[in-house]
Each structure stands twice: as structure tokens, then as C-alpha cells.
């Protein structure tokens, strides 16, 4: 039987999560041009936004149930082959009578892709590197803002080529078929669970460890505070800044960077230490975005990347070190609560964002008319100076969020003084 070749099985995860990325940053990119060329308010894109969101708890989830089942190879073509469908029915949603509803299934499709990928991978990565889980996962987890980076750099730079919107969904299908081809020829291990003889009732048991309990609730704000920000921050500052897709390359470039010198900080700091930091900067950061203008925008989106880099993988990090007995379900529930989380609060600030518009237009006024592309000149005004007041007071809305975080992650911190990761004897691959 072939080795377990530990770096082939990284490459390829990291490809997968890639194409995970590149759909969050080209989507966020064209999210504003799908709107105007499929006549879509704000309420629509959001429950289009928001599908991306719950398509990955539902395959997580499901993929973390399953995986020790039918296997980590057979999840990673399953991933494969709804990212080929999300992308091309995006491409070609323009074909349909209906293209908010083709979107809507792309958009699913490629959420069950995304999740799928995590439900194999966080796994797989937790099983290849189990003395250095928390830095191994950060270090997989970088290519989720640094996709975002390449997304949202495609997207800027190709607009001002002139080229379409097609194209750079289309550009996604390149790692899709690498990351496909590189599984497809690899042994995969079990994972650390099955390796270690912990049964699976023993895996359910644990997951009603109070501990666990109050991790999945914080995976609420953080996935929150972390997600919906750069989801939607092209189309909440754009009327602020000229260069509002600029900010989310600026955040998600920290991001990248601080997860790829993660092994210090969380050695450090512990990854409950480094999650009360991270608190701190992202409601500083979330702060100086919705309330500021200019250059100072784009200190606040550093600050703000700073804060939510580690917030993601050392949330799976610490379940995956202080809570091991949850298995493959531990930590892809954690991963599903938050993208589920995520969905419902993107579809009701969707609505909420609709209403803050139409606080600063003319009494009566229809969204779709004024969104729509023959609106006259003094309406089009009236729109972009509402959208400038509105997408500031969404981001003030979230603030709440990070700060309930920190008083969360302060009681944490002060639990977990002094407690020893529990040690899985898990035989040698």
C-alpha cells in the first residue's frame, strides 16, 4: 500500500481551500455587478450571499458524520464536483429566465463544496500533524485570506482591463482541477479519532462537554465578526471610499500573513490567549471602519485583519487540543455552527441594510426603481449618498459582537489557567 506522503496531502488541501477563498473574494468583487445586471435590491443579494453560508454547515456537518465512514478521499471528489457545478451555473446564470434562482443554486452548490472541503481537510490536518495541530491548521488555514487576496486582485485588476465578470469566476476552475487531481492520487490516514481506538459513542458523548458547549457559541460572534465583514465590505464602504474592494484585500492580506507566522504567537499566548487579543483588535478595527474616512479606512481594515486572523483556526485548534475525544464532529461542528451563524445574520442584515437606505430616501421610494439601471441622475445621487450613510451604520451594528467576544474570551482564559492538553495515543502513520 502507498505511504501517507504528509506534504502531497498539505499542497492539496491548501489548493482545495484556495477555491474556497476564491469564490468568497471574486464573489464579494462582482456581488455590486450582479445586483445591476440581474436588477437584484439588497434583501436578494443577501439571501444569495447567505446560501454560500448555510450550503457549508450543512455539508460540514453532515461530512464530519460521515467521514470516518466512507473516508477523507471520497468527501475531497464529492467537493470537486459541486465546486465545477457552483461555478459554471454561475457563469452561465445570464441563460436562465430566473437568475436570481440559478445564483441562489450556484451559490449553494459552491457552499456545499466549501464545506465539504473543511469537513475532510480540518480533519486530515489534525491527523498528519497531531504534536502541532493549532499552528499546522493556521498555516492551512492562511489560504483562506490569502485566496481572498488573489480573489479580490482579480477582480480589481481584470475590471480595469475590461474584463467580464465570467471570466474571473471562471479563472476558479484551475485549482479545482489540480487540488482534484492531487487527491485522487494520494493515501490518506485515518483520522486522529479512529487511530487513537476512541469509539464513536465516546466521540457523541463529549460533544455535550459544557466546554465544548460554549466554544460553539463563540464560533457564533467570531465567524460573524470575521465573515460577514469581508463578505459585504465592498458594498458597505464603497460610497465611503474609492477603493472599497482595496479594503478587504488590505484585511485579508493580514490575515494571510499573521496565520503564516502563527507557531510563535500561539506558543506564546496559547490559542485562548490569542483569541482575547484577537477580540480586542477586531472591535477596534470594526470601530475605526464604521467610523472613520480616507486613508484612516484603510488603518482599520489592518487593524480589523489582525484581529480576525487567528479568530478561525484557533477556534478549531483549541477543540481539536483541549477537547480531542470530539473527534471529526468536534471540530467540523465547530466550522458549521459558524458558517450557519454567519448565513442567518447575513440574510437579516440584508433586510436590515434595505431599511437603512430607505431611512435616508424620499418617503415611498422603491429600491428596485432606484437601483435600477435607466434610475435618473438625481436618483442614482440620492442612492449613493444613502448607501455612504447606511453601510457604516451596518458595520456599527456588528460591533456589538466583538465586544460581547472579549468578555467571553476573558472568562476563558481565566478557566483554562493552569489545565494540560489531554494526549491522544495515537499509533505513528
Request: proline share 4%; glycine share 10%.
Amino acid at each position: 500500500m502507498q505511504a501517507v506522503n504528509k506534504n502531497q496531502l498539505f499542497v492539496a488541501s491548501c489548493l482545495a481551500l484556495l477555491v474556497t477563498s476564491l469564490s468568497f473574494g471574486i464573489r464579494a468583487g462582482i456581488l455590486g455587478r450582479l445586483g445591476v445586471e440581474f436588477n437584484l435590491d439588497k434583501a436578494e443579494l443577501g439571501t444569495i450571499a447567505a446560501t454560500a453560508f448555510w450550503g457549508f454547515p450543512l455539508a460540514v456537518v453532515i461530512g464530519g458524520m460521515v467521514v470516518d465512514v466512507i473516508g477523507m478521499k471520497r468527501l475531497l471528489v464529492l467537493a470537486f464536483i459541486f465546486h465545477m457545478v457552483g461555478i459554471l451555473l454561475t457563469i452561465f446564470a445570464g441563460s436562465f429566465s430566473n437568475p436570481f434562482w440559478a445564483l441562489f443554486i450556484s451559490t449553494l452548490c459552491i457552499g456545499i463544496a466549501n464545506g465539504t472541503v473543511e469537513a475532510a481537510c480540518n480533519p486530515l490536518i489534525a491527523s498528519l500533524y497531531t504534536d502541532n495541530k493549532t499552528t499546522k491548521l493556521n498555516h492551512f488555514h492562511l489560504w483562506f485570506p490569502g485566496g481572498i487576496v488573489i480573489g479580490t486582485l482579480i477582480v480589481y485588476f481584470l475590471d480595469k482591463a475590461g474584463i467580464g465578470w465570467q471570466i474571473q469566476m471562471a479563472l476558479m476552475i484551475i485549482p479545482a482541477l489540480l487540488y482534484g487531481f492531487l487527491f485522487v492520487k494520494q493515501t490518506f490516514p485515518p483520522t486522529e479519532r479512529v487511530a487513537s481506538g476512541i469509539s464513536t459513542s465516546e466521540m457523541y458523548k463529549s460533544l455535550v462537554n459544557p466546554l465544548f458547549i460554549f466554544m460553539i457559541i463563540c464560533m457564533f460572534g467570531t465567524a460573524i465578526t470575521e465573515l460577514f465583514t469581508g463578505q459585504w465590505i465592498e458594498l458597505l464602504l464603497k460610497n465611503v471610499t474609492e477603493n472599497a474592494l482595496l479594503i478587504l484585500t488590505v484585511t485579508t492580506g493580514v490575515m494571510a500573513i499573521g496565520r503564516a507566522f502563527a507557531g510563535p504567537v500561539v506558543h506564546k499566548f496559547s490559542p485562548q490567549g490569542v483569541l482575547l487579543g484577537s477580540a480586542i483588535l477586531a472591535t477596534l478595527g470594526l470601530y475605526m471602519l464604521g467610523h472613520t474616512s480616507g486613508n484612516m479606512i484603510f488603518f482599520g481594515a489592518l487593524v480589523f485583519g489582525a484581529g480576525v486572523c487567528y479568530f478561525w483556526p484557533c477556534m478549531l485548534g483549541f477543540v481539536s487540543e483541549y477537547l480531542p475525544k470530539t473527534g471529526a464532529v468536534g471540530i467540523n461542528l465547530m466550522g458549521g455552527a459558524g458558517m450557519f451563524a454567519v448565513s442567518l445574520y447575513t440574510m437579516f442584515m440584508g433586510g436590515v441594510y434595505d431599511k437603512l437606505i430607505l431611512k435616508q430616501l424620499p418617503p415611498g421610494a422603491d429600491l428596485k426603481v432606484y437601483n435600477a439601471t435607466e434610475a435618473t441622475a438625481p436618483m442614482k445621487e440620492a442612492l449613493a449618498a444613502a448607501n455612504k450613510a447606511a453601510g457604516p451604520e451596518v458595520i456599527n451594528t456588528t460591533l456589538v459582537i466583538p465586544i460581547i467576544l472579549i468578555v467571553a474570551f476573558t472568562i476563558l482564559v481565566l478557566v483554562m489557567r493552569g489545565k494540560q492538553k489531554p494526549v491522544l495515543q495515537v499509533a505513528a502513520h
